[in-house]
């Protein structure tokens, strides 16, 4: 009688087990080169003819002061 409730209890485990695999897992990315081609662009295109002006940026990043 004991050992039915030890078969029990493993079962219950092994199942319970592989159900968490089943909803917990996470989906496989798959890529659709078809999508990748469609949705695709060239940024090189996108600024080739826009005239942005210059920002003018007074970088202070490797100034070191001597005086310390």
Do not use: Y
């Amino acid at each position: 009688m004991r050992s039915h409730h030890i078969i029990a209890i493993a079962v219950v485990l092994v199942v319970g087990f592989g159900v968490a695999r089943f909803f917990l897992s996470s989906p496989t990315a798959e890529a659709n080169v078809d999508t990748l081609e469609r949705f695709s662009m060239d940024v090189s295109k996108m600024h080739a003819n826009t005239n942005l002006p210059d920002e003018k940026i007074h970088d202070m990043t490797f100034v070191f002061s001597h005086g310390d």
